[in-house]
């Protein structure tokens, strides 16, 4: 079945240091990825999406490319700050083998950003 | 001008009660998800409606029943409830199946 790959957290860096989440997916079909992030003690926020092998979603400096031939959506940002201390999570949209849409998380990675 | 909203934000009770967490969406999406996040942060959905029809009902136990009695309204209703069952229920909206979701904040369940 449909699957995501997030890497172990946490991570932790400092103020300004640069910033990449690997993703690694497993889908029939040709889903949506996208990724979704977590504030301590809140729901689940849009992070950034992509709907199409090699479409680049960006949202407040955050990257991310759907990459088919390597089944990658990596999340970079070149410089990070406190602010961005949260959980991120890395997910796809099911429309092949079940159509329903229904999203396939991976196990969230936590950022920690020291100043 | 909330988008998805949950009430209760917070549920404590006591094991072999039955309770209900609700959503609204003000969206106008079509197609609305109840997702279980454990206490390991693991998100997995539980069930979803389109236009007020079921279409999607994992392996969850059937003590669990949801109820839209809207296109804007998913309702999420559990029986007998178990220590077990203490999670954070999300609920999430999108307008069709293949467009992103917009979530709830959420409803951290605890059963004592």
């Known amino acids: 079945g449909n699957s995501v790959t997030q890497m172990e957290g946490p991570v932790t860096l400092s103020e300004e240091a640069f910033l990449t989440i690997n993703c690694t997916y497993t889908?029939?079909?040709?889903?949506?990825l996208f990724w979704y992030v977590q504030y301590p003690g809140e729901g689940l926020q849009l992070l950034l999406k992509a709907t199409k092998a090699d479409d680049k979603g960006s949202n407040k400096g955050f990257e991310a490319t759907y990459r088919k031939e390597t089944t990658s959506f990596h999340l970079e940002k070149g410089s990070v700050q406190v602010s961005d201390s949260a959980v991120y999570f890395c997910a796809l949209s099911d429309l092949g083998s079940s159509n329903t849409g229904k999203l396939i998380f991976g196990q969230g990675t936590t950022l920690q950003v020291k100043p | 001008d909330t988008a998805v909203s949950q009430t209760p934000k917070y549920l404590v009770t006591q094991m072999g009660n039955d309770k209900s967490i609700k959503c609204e969406q003000n969206l106008g999406h079509d197609t609305m998800y109840w997702y279980k996040q454990d206490s390991k942060k693991f998100l997995k959905i539980m069930f979803s409606?389109?236009?007020?029809?079921?279409?999607i009902n994992e392996t969850v136990p059937n003590r669990f029943s949801p109820k839209s009695p809207d296109k804007a309204h998913l309702n999420l209703h559990i029986n007998s409830l178990e220590l077990g069952d203490s999670a954070v229920y999300f609920c999430a909206s999108s307008t069709d199946r293949a467009r992103e979701q917009y979530f709830g904040p959420g409803t951290r369940l605890t059963v004592t």
């Open positions: 409606y389109n236009n007020k029809e079921l279409i």
């Open positions: 889908a029939t079909g040709y889903p949506s």
